[in-house]
C-alpha cells in the first residue's frame, strides 16, 4: 500500500472524529489546525493523493523518455522521492496549522542522547508484546483459525535483498523519510488533536490503533500498536517531536540492520 493512500485515509477517519467531537464548545486545543472544518481536512488529504500521484507520474514519464528499463530500481526511487516530497509537503502544511508542532525545545545532541535511552526501554517493550502477539497467532492458527501470518513486504524486502542499490533506497526511505512524516501525523497532529477532545489514554489508544493499521499486517500489529503508545509517551515527556522521530528512525535503522544480517524480523 502506497505511503500516500495511508496519510489520504488516515486523514480521512481523523477529520470524520474531530468533526463529531467539533460540536463541544469551549476546547481549547492549541493548535489551530483543530478548528478546521471537515471538508478542509478531506481537501487537505485530497491534495496529499493528488501530489503524490501527480509526481509518480512525472517520475514514470521521466524515466520512460530516458528509455531506463530496470523496473525495480525505477521503482524504489520513485517510491522515495514521492515519500520526500510529502515529508515536504507535510511539514509545510502542518506548520502553517499550529507553528508549535514543529518547535525545538532543545539541542539536537541532547535530544539524539534522549531518543537513544528511551529507544533502550522501548525495545523489551516491543520485543515482549511481539512476541506474546507472535504465540497468540501461532496457538490460533493451529486451531484452524484463518490467521496471515505473512510478514510485511518491506520486511521481506530486506530479508532477501537482491539489488544493493534498491536496498540503499528502500533503507533511506524507512530511516530517513517515513519517521519524520509519519511522526508530524500520528504524533505530532493526530495525537494532539484527539488528546484535547477527551482522554489522553483514548487518544493515544485510538491513534495507535489507526498506526498500526495503515501497515496492514496482522503479525505485526501488537508491536507496531505498542510501539506506537511508546513514541507518544516519548512525545508528552519531551514536548518535542523530533525525539519520537529520531527514537522511530533508530529503531527502524535497527530493525533494517538485523534483517540484513540474519532476516529475523517481523515488523518495520
Known amino acids: 500500500m502506497f505511503i500516500e493512500l495511508k496519510i489520504c485515509m488516515v486523514i480521512f477517519i481523523i477529520a470524520c472524529v474531530l468533526h463529531r467531537l467539533n460540536n463541544q464548545p469551549n476546547d481549547d486545543i492549541g493548535v489551530k489546525a483543530l478548528d478546521i472544518s471537515l471538508w478542509k481536512f478531506i481537501r487537505t488529504g ?7 500521484r501527480a509526481s509518480q507520474t512525472l517520475l514514470w514519464l521521466v524515466t520512460k523518455t530516458l528509455k531506463f528499463e530496470n523496473t525495480e530500481v525505477i521503482s524504489a526511487i520513485i517510491l522515495c522521492l514521492t515519500s520526500l516530497i510529502l515529508t515536504l509537503a507535510a511539514i509545510k502544511i502542518f506548520h502553517g496549522f499550529g507553528g508549535e508542532i514543529l518547535q525545538e525545545t532543545r539541542p539536537f545532541l541532547s535530544t539524539l ?29 493451529s486451531l484452524g483459525i484463518p490467521v496471515d501470518l505473512s510478514l510485511q513486504d518491506v520486511v521481506q524486502s530486506f530479508s532477501h535483498p537482491e539489488n544493493p542499490f534498491v536496498t540503499v533506497i528502500r533503507a533511506v526511505t524507512a530511516a530517513a523519510i ?5 511522526e508530524i501525523i500520528f504524533r505530532g497532529f493526530i495525537y494532539r488533536a484527539l488528546k484535547g477532545r477527551g482522554s489522553k489514554f483514548v487518544a493515544a489508544g ?17 508491536g507496531l500498536f505498542i510501539f506506537s503508545m511508546c513514541l ?5 515527556h519531551s514536548a518535542d517531536i523530533r525525539e519520537p522521530m529520531l527514537v522511530h528512525a533508530l529503531f527502524n535503522a535497527t530493525t ?12 518495520i
Not at 46 to 52: G, P, R
Not at 113 to 137: E, M, R
Not at 256 to 267: A, K
Open 46 to 52: 485530497v491534495c496529499f493523493e493528488i501530489l503524490a
Open 113 to 141: 542522547k534522549s531518543a537513544i535511552y528511551n529507544l533502550g526501554l522501548a525495545l523489551p517493550v516491543f520485543f515482549g508484546i511481539s512476541f506474546l502477539w507472535g504465540v497468540f497467532l501461532q496457538l490460533a492458527h
Open 178 to 182: 517515513a519517521p519524520i512524516l509519519e
Open 206 to 222: 485510538f491513534t495507535s490503533f489507526i498506526f498500526a493499521l495503515i501497515h496492514w499486517n496482522l503479525s505485526a500489529f501488537a
Open 232 to 236: 507518544i509517551q516519548i512525545y508528552e
Open 256 to 267: 533494517i540492520t538485523r534483517l540484513l544480517w540474519n532476516g529475523h524480523v517481523t515488523t
